[in-house]
T-cell receptor
């Protein structure tokens, strides 16, 4: 059973516009969430994270929003740039076992 | 974050052979993680390797198939043994952040194709 779900396998956005990537989770014990970006033939690169005690975290063009009641988080990229084209993974962890639980990823294409 | 390198970056192997992947970190780290990403799939944790102790394997992964060495605090190897085409994956080494122990950082990966 997929505890972290990224229901959109792909997303296409125009350069300069906002990209919104969504992630849903089922385990209410998750207390820390991370977003990674992955280019082909490279390892994942950490982007931004959020603790469950917060509902928003911002770093430059990247903002993550957490809605605990809906068990939903989203990553906003604004403005989107062609270099943002990559696969974005949502991951979460819970409790004493701090193992990362991963979503299946969303492939973002930012068109010039 | 620590700088992580992996060797080889890619390889093509024949079924039945074994390949050892090396992971080098520029800082001393207690825990190192080995993942794989099969085509079209997400990342799957194979095992956690602590220096001075046996690696801890996740469900579905066994030491005979994926032996791991962790001789010191900056280095680890993962061997993919008796390979089959189903082992074709990207294999990734990962460590926790030095200042931020909640974040994992990844090496560039080893792209393995088994024929």
């Amino acid at each position: 059973d997929q505890q972290v779900k990224q229901n959109s396998p792909s997303l296409s956005v125009q350069e300069g516009r906002i990209s919104i990537l969504n992630c849903d989770y089922t385990n209410s014990m998750f207390d820390y969430f991370l977003w990674y970006k992955k280019y082909p033939a490279e390892g994942p690169t950490f982007l931004i994270s959020i603790s469950s005690i917060k509902d928003k975290n911002e770093d430059g063009r990247f903002t993550v929003f957490l809605n605990k009641s809906a068990k939903h988080l989203s990553l906003h990229i604004v403005p989107s740039q062609p270099g943002d084209s990559a696969v974005y993974f949502c991951a979460a962890k819970a409790g004493n076992n701090r193992k990362l639980i991963w979503g299946l990823g969303t492939s973002l294409a930012v068109n010039p | 974050s620590a700088v992580i390198s992996q060797k080889p970056s890619r390889d093509i192997c024949q079924r039945g052979t074994s390949l050892t992947i090396q992971c080098q970190v520029d800082s001393q780290v207690t825990m190192m993680f080995w993942y794989r990403q099969q085509p079209g799939q997400s990342l799957t944790l194979i095992a956690t390797a602590n220096q001075g102790s046996e690696a801890t394997y996740e469900s579905g992964f066994v030491i005979d198939k994926f032996p791991i060495s962790r001789p010191n605090l900056t280095f680890s190897t993962l061997t993919v043994s008796n390979m089959s085409p189903e082992d074709s994956s990207i294999y990734l080494c990962s460590v926790l952040g030095l200042a931020d122990q909640e974040t994992q950082y990844f090496g560039p990966g080893t792209r393995l194709l088994v024929l």
